[in-house]
C-alpha cells in the first residue's frame, strides 16, 4: 500500500498545465534542473538562481555527483529571495551504484539528505540497475538492486522518501521489480530523444502507471545540430534546444535540462503556451535508430 502521507498538494507556485501526478498521489513538474557536472559551488549557485528565477521548481542530483551539498546550502540561500521555501521544491537525488544492498543503500539515503539538509527527498531513485565493481551479466546485480529496493520502501514508508523510483532500467529490470516489490516505482529516468523514442518502454511505463522523465533530452548537444531539428526550430520559431525538450513534454515526458549558462537555463523554460505539430513530431520520431549518447543498460544482468 502507498502511504498516504506523501500526498501533498499542488504548491501555488506550479502551474497546474507544468505538472504531472504520480502513482503515489503526489505532484511533480514536467520541467526541472539538471545538475551532472555542475560540482563548482558558484556555478552551482548560478545555475540554481537562474532556474529559480524562471520559474523551475524541481531539482534533479545524484550521489554521484558530488554536489549535494553544494545544491543544499544554494537553496538554502536562494529559496527566501524568490519567497519560497523547501515545500515549494521538488528535489530528487539517486543512489550510486557503489550503495547497492540493503544496508548499505539505507546509509547512503540518510547520507544525501544530510548533505541536502533535508529530513525529505521528493524522489530518490536507485541510479544503475549494476552494482559497481560488479560484471554488467553477474546475477548478483539483480539481488542486490532488490535489497537496494527493499530499503528505499521502508524510507518511503518511514516519510524520509515520499517517491521511490529507478533509473536506467529496461523493461526486463522493470518487470522484475513490479514482480517482487511491496511499493512499485513512481518514476523511471532514462536517456530520451528523437534518436532514442524508446516506444516500448514508454508504453509499458503508461501501462504501469510509472512516469517517464527523460535526461540527456539533448543528446548531449549533439542533436541540436541535425539538421531536422534545425528545420523544426525554424519554423516554430524557437531554439533546437527548446524543440528537442517539447517533443518530449509534448508526449507527457519531464525533462531536466542542464546549464551552467543562466541565458540557456532561461531558454530551456520556454516550453509552454505553444505545440510542435503532429507532422514535426512524426518528422523527429523518425529520427529514432536506438542510439545511446550515454550508458546502455541493456545488458546489466
Not at 506523501?6 to 513538474?29: D, K
Not at 501501462?207 to 526550430?233: C, D, F, N, W
Amino acid at each position: 500500500m502507498q502511504k498516504q502521507a506523501a500526498v501533498r498538494e499542488l504548491p501555488e507556485s506550479w502551474p497546474p498545465e507544468r505538472t504531472t501526478w504520480l502513482n503515489t498521489g503526489a505532484p511533480m513538474p514536467l520541467l526541472g534542473l539538471g545538475t551532472f557536472r555542475l560540482q563548482d559551488k558558484e556555478m552551482v549557485r548560478l545555475s540554481l538562481n537562474a532556474a529559480l528565477e524562471n520559474g523551475y521548481r524541481l531539482v534533479d542530483t545524484a550521489a554521484v555527483y558530488g554536489n549535494e551539498a553544494a545544491i543544499g546550502n544554494a537553496l538554502c540561500e536562494l529559496l527566501p529571495h524568490y519567497g519560497l521555501s523547501r515545500k515549494d521544491i521538488f528535489l530528487t537525488s539517486k543512489l550510486s551504484p557503489r550503495d547497492h544492498g540493503e544496508g548499505p543503500a539505507e546509509a547512503a539515503c540518510l547520507r544525501s539528505l544530510r548533505e541536502l539538509g533535508c529530513d525529505y527527498l521528493d524522489l530518490y531513485l536507485i541510479h544503475w540497475p549494476g552494482t559497481q565493481g560488479r560484471p554488467q551479466e553477474d546475477k548478483g546485480n539483480r539481488e542486490h538492486r532488490q535489497l537496494s529496493w527493499r530499503a528505499l520502501e521502508r524510507l518511503h514508508e518511514a516519510g524520509k522518501l515520499r517517491a521511490i523510483g529507478v533509473s536506467n532500467y529496461t523493461v526486463r529490470h522493470l518487470q522484475e521489480l513490479l514482480a517482487s516489490c511491496r511499493v512499485p516505482p513512481a518514476v523511471l529516468q532514462v536517456e530520451f530523444h528523437p534518436e532514442l523514442a524508446q516506444s516500448e518502454l514508454l508504453d509499458f511505463c503508461r501501462q504501469k502507471g510509472i512516469h517517464l522523465q527523460a535526461y540527456s533530452s539533448l543528446g548531449t548537444g549533439q542533436l541540436m545540430r541535425r539538421p531536422e531539428v534545425v528545420k523544426v526550430a525554424e519554423q516554430q520559431g524557437r531554439t533546437p534546444a527548446q524543440v528537442l525538450l517539447r517533443w518530449a513534454v509534448q508526449q507527457g515526458v519531464s525533462v531536466i535540462p542542464k546549464s551552467a549558462s543562466p541565458t540557456r537555463v532561461a531558454e530551456n523554460s520556454q516550453l509552454w503556451n505553444w505545440d510542435l505539430t503532429q507532422t514535426e513530431m512524426e518528422e523527429l520520431r523518425a529520427l529514432d535508430c536506438g542510439k545511446h549518447y550515454c550508458w546502455d543498460p541493456s545488458d546489466v544482468a
